[in-house]
T-cell receptor
Framework: SQKIEQNSEALNIQEGKTATLTCNYT??????LQWYRQDPGRGPVFLLLIRENEKEKRKERLKVTFDTTLKQSLFHITASQPADSATYLC??????????FGKGTMLLVSP | DTAVSQTPKYLVTQMGNDKSIKCEQN?????MYWYKQDSKKFLKIMFSYNNKELIINETVPNRFSPKSPDKAHLNLHINSLELGDSAVYFC???????????????FGAGTRLSVL
């Protein structure tokens, strides 16, 4: 079965810096990878999707890269703000219209 | 207008009881899911339904029985509740694995189940 690892359980950075979160996977070659944001007491919210033939995707201050050789995706938030504090989950295509989620990285942006 | 709504938001009950959680989506999606998020925040799929038919049934005790009366609704019934069932249960829906949608999932706000 697939194994997904997100680099750390928690990441603390200062406002204005770039946050970089890592998602590594094994035992599978997904056709796409997704990133979600989850705030306390709420369900995950979709942020970005990147396909296996795409190296990079951007949306406003967010950037996702996908390296199928390294089996890794990096999620960047530039000019981070305290409002970006949340848990970020990566998810892989698992077939049969399902996703397998990583455990998430809790990001805390300090003013 | 909430896209995926689930009720109740909180559910506190005694061991051995039977309870249900309801989920409705107004996005016109064909595929709906139930996930369990445990105390370590790990989000794990339990069931997947496509157009009212069960597609995926992960290793879940048969005390858990999903029911889909129509493609906009997927309810979860739990019999003989156990302490280990305490978790947050999320309903989600998607358009499925189409070229454009690529299984992007829309989640409800969750139901926090506490079994005492």
């Amino acid at each position: 079965s697939q194994k997904i690892e997100q680099n750390s359980e928690a990441l603390n950075i200062q406002e204005g810096k770039t946050a970089t979160l890592t998602c590594n996977y094994t035992n599978y070659s997904p056709a796409y990878l997704q990133w979600y944001r989850q705030d306390p007491g709420r369900g995950p919210v979709f942020l970005l999707l990147i396909r296996e033939n795409e190296k990079e995707k951007r949306k406003e201050r967010l950037k996702v890269t996908f390296d199928t050789t390294l089996k890794q995706s990096l999620f960047h938030i530039t000019a981070s703000q305290p409002a970006d504090s949340a848990t970020y989950l990566c998810a892989l295509d698992s077939g049969y219209s399902t996703l397998t989620f990583g455990k998430g990285t809790m990001l805390l942006v300090s003013p | 207008d909430t896209a995926v709504s689930q009720t109740p938001k909180y559910l506190v009950t005694q061991m051995g009881n039977d309870k249900s959680i309801k989920c409705e989506q107004n996005l016109g999606h064909d595929t709906m899911y139930w996930y369990k998020q445990d105390s370590k925040k790990f989000l794990k799929i339990m069931f997947s339904y496509n157009n009212k038919e069960l597609i995926i049934n992960e290793t879940v005790p048969n005390r858990f029985s999903p029911k889909s009366p129509d493609k906009a609704h997927l309810n979860l019934h739990i019999n003989s509740l156990e302490l280990g069932d305490s978790a947050v249960y999320f309903c989600a829906s998607s358009q499925g694995d189409t070229t454009l949608a690529k299984n992007i999932q829309y989640f409800g706000a969750g139901t926090r189940l506490s079994v005492l």
